[in-house]
């Protein structure tokens, strides 16, 4: 999976080529200008809370505005395809989090043989789901990899997305 550094500037001006970030066709549509800022955020120590972060970011972008003249290049069918990640990787922890937590609360600890509340089945289900098919699919799709003041790194951009900013990085 090629790996590609996007400057914030060129983030924040859309001067990226017309190729989809995600799969290579032609690109339609620029999302999240706003990955482009510099917040004054210190970056987070945990690679968890740094991930759950920039999908938290990505949320708050896909509700404030939707499309723009600046941001990275997007076909029609992945125009929406890092919201959906995102509901999908905050939406899990955070029910995985609260499951957990009412059940612990509902569950009667100081009597050892009593079986555990049912939502405490819910909540390990939903472990032995959600924790796997989050590896499968953070792992196996385009994702932010390091972030820094003037770039944003990421793993499984398009081969053609790489070839075409190189191309016209060569050229500038």
Partial sequence: MPKVTLQRDQIADGSFPSVCFICGREATHRRFSELGQITGRVILASPILALL???????????????????????????????RRAWFIIGGWVFLAASMTVSILLTV?????????????????????????????????????????????????????????????DSA
């Fill in 53 to 83: 972060s920039f999908w938290a970011r990505i949320l708050k972008s896909s509700r404030s505005a939707g499309e723009s003249a600046s941001g990275i290049p997007f076909c029609n069918r992945h125009s929406g395809y890092w919201v």
């Fill in 109 to 169: 600890s100081m009597e050892p043989d009593k079986r555990p509340h049912w939502t405490f089945i819910i909540a390990i289900l939903w472990l032995l789901f959600f924790l796997p098919t989050f590896l499968i699919v953070h792992l196996a799709s385009t994702r932010a990899i390091a972030n820094d003041r003037e770039s944003i790194t990421f793993a499984g951009a398009s081969r053609r997305f790489v070839s075409a900013l190189n191309e016209q990085n």
